[in-house]
């Protein structure tokens, strides 16, 4: 398996700004779901954001739609997936992981999954 390599995160207050990115060598994961879930204490793993990388569109987590935005730029050496956090808010608060998986929704189910990044939102 190949290692998902992130970057980013830390702490913001509400309202403020972070991005997290994440590098793979390129057509590793053709076909894939490369995204984000996140896992904050006493709560359950949620998908946060991904996108397939052959192409087939985006998913968003319902509280993060309008706030986050993901993309991808590809080279001939790797993909890197970077994840655009506005308007972040106290409740975005946890450690965020890197993953990829078939599943955008379910990218808790994982294939790979990187070293995770803490994000801080203080109010």
């Known amino acids: 398996q190949v290692p998902l390599l992130e970057s980013g995160g830390g702490s913001v207050e509400a309202g403020g700004s972070l991005s997290l990115s994440c590098a793979t060598t390129a057509d590793t994961y053709r076909g894939y779901c490369m995204g984000w879930f996140r896992q904050s204490p006493n709560q359950a793993r949620e998908a946060v954001a991904g996108?397939?990388?052959?192409?087939?569109?985006?998913?968003?987590e319902d509280s993060v739609e309008g706030r986050f935005t993901i993309s991808v730029h590809k080279d001939n050496a790797k993909n890197t997936v970077t994840l655009q956090m506005n308007s972040l808010k106290p409740e975005d608060t946890g450690m965020y992981y890197c993953?990829?998986?078939?599943?955008?929704?379910?990218?808790?189910?994982?294939?790979?999954r990187g070293q995770g990044t803490q994000v801080t939102v203080s109010s």
């Open positions: 996108l397939y990388l052959g192409g087939g569109g985006t998913y968003y």
């Open positions: 993953a990829v998986g078939l599943s955008c929704a379910r990218l808790y189910s994982y294939k790979e």
